[in-house]
């Protein structure tokens, strides 16, 4: 049963912010909600991730509603190496499960 | 740079094989991880473990088994390869608790023929 749903693809001009939604309305009090990029057929790669508050790091920012069920990852400055899939991952008690996440192309 | 390496990265064999595939970490770990991934597709957990000598299988059913005698390392064995087996192999690995997020490995493709 997913715990996350995520629009398939999206795509953003080089040098804009992309904005990746990501619903979790079943999330728990004590879940995390965790960002990974997954670029060509590498392994995936940690983004971000957090609890209530938002974040931001080196990577992105991560902006959590006040109710939880939904999130949003921002790239500040989207450039053509961030084209990859982003999954948005509720962390279920100690294992992940990704979904098919968002195919994110950025364009020149 | 990658704490976690995948051997061998590109794989070839032939149907019948006898295969491990290998994954080590360097960072103490005691969760690691195998997913299996169609390209394309979504990765699915094939196997977990929590420790020395705990394994556990995933979601997603597969013919493949683990071993964990060592923290350090988390081989994956195919018995006998079938075409079927065709796929890309992560293995990831995580301290224990829900705050610390995977560090995966470069993945493993594997092909049989």
């Known amino acids: 049963d997913a715990k996350t749903t995520q629009p398939p693809s999206m795509d953003c001009a080089e040098g804009r912010a992309a904005n990746l939604p990501c619903n979790h309305s079943?999330?728990?009090?004590?879940?995390?909600v965790y960002w990974y990029r997954q670029i060509h057929s590498q392994g995936p790669q940690y983004i971000i991730h957090g609890l209530k508050n938002n974040e931001t790091n080196e990577m992105a920012s991560l902006i959590i509603t006040e109710d939880r069920k939904s999130s949003t990852l921002i790239l500040p400055h989207a450039t053509l190496r961030d084209t990859a899939v982003y999954y948005c991952i509720v962390r279920v008690e100690n294992d992940m499960r990704f979904g098919a996440g968002t195919r994110l192309t950025v364009k020149p | 740079e990658a704490d976690i390496y995948q051997t061998p990265r590109y794989l070839v064999i032939g149907t019948g094989k006898k295969i491990t595939l290998e994954c080590s970490q360097t960072m103490g770990h005691d969760k690691m991880y195998w997913y299996q991934q169609d390209p394309g597709m979504e990765l699915h957990l094939i196997h977990y473990?929590?420790?020395?000598?705990?394994?556990e299988k995933g979601d997603l059913s597969s013919e493949s088994t683990v071993s964990r005698i060592r923290t350090e390392h988390f081989p994956l064995t195919l018995e006998s390869a079938r075409p079927s087996h065709t796929s890309q192999y992560l293995c990831?690995?995580?301290?224990?608790?829900?705050?610390?997020?995977?560090?995966f490995g470069s993945g493993t493709r594997l092909t049989v023929v």
């Open positions: 473990s929590y420790g020395v000598n705990s394994t």
């Open positions: 079943t999330i728990s009090g004590n879940e995390y």
């Open positions: 990831a690995s995580s301290e224990i608790g829900t705050v610390y997020g995977y560090t």
